[in-house]
């Protein structure tokens, strides 16, 4: 497996930016497909966007696809997040996971999670 830290959290305003990290050790970082999830208080965990790991393919939720970008520096075993345009409703603790697709459950290995929090 994986070790994973989520970084990069914080508190902002509405249309205002923040780039999430998450630094990857153990096994090697580039042969994995890596996620981002989130989860807000009382609700379930879900996906937010996926790259692969061979092609640097991305996918993303409708509800963040146009505002959130990520991405990922094999060199660094580092997978960023660059959340734009930040809406109250993506107020969530965010989650980097190795795994692929959009199932919580085809990931194995996950972090501890970094809080975004945006006000209105």
């Known amino acids: 497996q994986v070790q994973l830290v989520e970084s990069g959290g914080g508190l902002v305003q509405a249309g205002g930016s923040l780039r999430l990290s998450c630094a990857a050790s153990g096994r090697t970082f580039s042969t994995y497909a890596m996620g981002w999830f989130r989860q807000a208080p009382g609700k379930e965990r879900e996906f937010v966007a996926a790259i692969t790991w061979s092609t640097g393919s991305t996918y993303y939720a409708d509800s963040v696809k146009g505002r959130f970008t990520i991405s990922r520096d094999n060199a660094k075993n580092t997978l960023y997040l660059q959340m734009n345009s930040l809406k109250p409703e993506d107020t969530a603790n965010y989650y980097c996971?190795?795994?692929?697709?959009?199932?919580?459950?085809?990931?194995?290995?996950w972090g501890q999670g970094t809080q975004v929090t945006v006000s209105s």
């Open positions: 996971a190795a795994g692929a697709g959009r199932l919580v459950r085809s990931y194995d290995s």
